[in-house]
Structure formats: structure tokens, C-alpha cells
């Protein structure tokens, strides 16, 4: 583990190498240190401290792993999404690696003290009927992360734009390489988008106002971006 000495807040972050992570890092550095947890050795070995970014292995998949990464920090932020099969579990579906890594982190965020957890979901249409599998697991996770005594923010956002954004580099790739494309009917689905600077101010909001935040308002609440 790379460590970083400082009296600023420790925040244990889960998917810090992604897209959001990545960004949030580098948006709220100036106010919080990072815990990243990682199940890849390469990255522990080869990071250093930039982003005010300590690197630790962690394999999301073993509760004693995650109970000792999370040990020291305040709070947490939960950035995970299975979008595949996992061989860790026999090519079971991603519904069921989703539920099963959010329970190891907020069990371990409950044993280490944390006092808030946010999670970043799906945007989700009024009522929840009707769900895709992606959208029915992310709301899954936000009941499995409010079943322990940790608060709990959900922000709820749907496709995110920003540079490293697999969206922003998809749309631009599609524009460009096809003159027309024929498209599926979910396209018809109405959606917003928004971003990743918005997402930043988002998260920053609810780390640092005590309304939307520790508070006790936000327990449970989710936000829609």
C-alpha cells in the first residue's frame, strides 16, 4: 500500500480506476485523501500518489480483504458495476456478482466505522416496473447497500459524458465511422444525459453539506442527477 500522510478526510473508493473514479479523484483531491482499493497487483506496484491516491490490493470478492482496506477511512464511495459474466463465480450472471460485491463493502464499511457511503446508480423511470437487467441489478445494490447501518446516499444518473468516458468516445466513433445506422428500438427509451463535471459537483455536494451528506436527511435518500 502506498501511503499518504495527511489530516485531510480518508475516503475508500471502489472502481477508483474508472472513468467516474478517475475524475472524482482528481475533482476532490484538494479536499480529501484516497484509499483505492485494487485487485490488481500492476497497480498497487506501478501507482504513485498522485490525486492524493493511496493504492491498496483488495479483491472485492473476500470480505476479510475489504474489511482491512476499509480500516481508517470515514467514508466511502461505491462506484462498481458488473456488466459481464465472472469466471469467480462459475459464470454466474452479473445480477448475482453485483449483490455479492456491494454486501462484502458494506459489511466491511459497517465493521470499519464508516459514516457515509455514496453510490452511484442508474437513472431510473418512474414506477419500477418494466426494468432492463442492468437498471433492475443497480437498484438491487442501492437496497443491499441500505440494509446495514452505515448511511447511505444514492445518486442516480444516466449516460455520463466526459473525456476517458466510454459513452463519449462510442458516440463520437459511431459518428464518425457511419454516414447512417439502423436502431433497435430501445433507442425510443427517453434518457438524460449528463457531465462527468456535474457528476463531481455532485458528489463533492454530498460530502461536504451536511443536508445532503452525514445529515441524517440523506440516510436513505437517493438524488437524481
Same mark, same amino acid.
Given at each position: ?8 478526510? %480518508?475516503?475508500?473508493?471502489? *472502481?477508483?480506476? $474508472? ?17 483505492? %482499493?485494487?485487485?490488481?497487483?500492476? &497497480? ?31 467514508? *466511502? ?23 455479492? %460485491?456491494?454486501?462484502?463493502? &458494506? ?19 418512474? $414506477? ?35 473525456? $476517458? ?61
Amino acid at each position: 500500500m502506498n501511503k499518504i500522510q495527511s489530516n485531510k478526510p %480518508l475516503v475508500a473508493v471502489a *472502481g477508483a480506476s $474508472g472513468f467516474v473514479g478517475t475524475h472524482l479523484r482528481r475533482h476532490l483531491s484538494e479536499v480529501f485523501c484516497f484509499r483505492a %482499493l485494487t485487485r490488481s497487483p500492476n &497497480i498497487v506496484a506501478q501507482a504513485g500518489q498522485s490525486h492524493s491516491t493511496e493504492w491498496t490490493h483488495c479483491d472485492l470478492y473476500s470480505l476479510p480483504q475489504v474489511s482491512e482496506a476499509l480500516k481508517g477511512c470515514e467514508l *466511502g464511495l461505491y462506484l462498481v458495476h458488473s456488466m459481464a459474466p465472472s469466471s469467480r463465480l462459475m459464470q454466474g450472471a452479473f445480477e448475482d456478482t453485483d449483490l455479492l %460485491l456491494a454486501d462484502n463493502f &458494506i459489511r466491511a464499511a459497517e465493521s470499519a466505522g464508516l459514516k457515509h457511503v455514496i453510490y452511484l446508480s442508474g437513472l431510473m423511470p418512474e $414506477g419500477d416496473e418494466d426494468l432492463s437487467p442492468h437498471l433492475r441489478s443497480r437498484l438491487e445494490v442501492e437496497h443491499v447497500l441500505k440494509s446495514r447501518s452505515v448511511k447511505v446516499t444514492v445518486l442516480r444518473a444516466g449516460l455520463i459524458f466526459g473525456p $476517458g468516458g466510454s459513452s463519449f468516445s462510442m458516440l463520437i466513433n459511431l459518428v464518425n465511422a457511419l454516414p447512417i445506422m439502423l436502431l433497435p428500438a430501445w433507442v425510443c427509451s427517453k434518457t438524460h444525459s449528463i457531465d462527468i463535471q456535474n457528476v463531481c459537483e455532485a458528489f463533492e455536494c454530498c460530502l461536504t453539506e451536511p443536508s445532503l451528506g452525514v445529515g441524517p436527511y440523506m440516510t436513505s435518500g437517493a438524488m437524481r442527477l
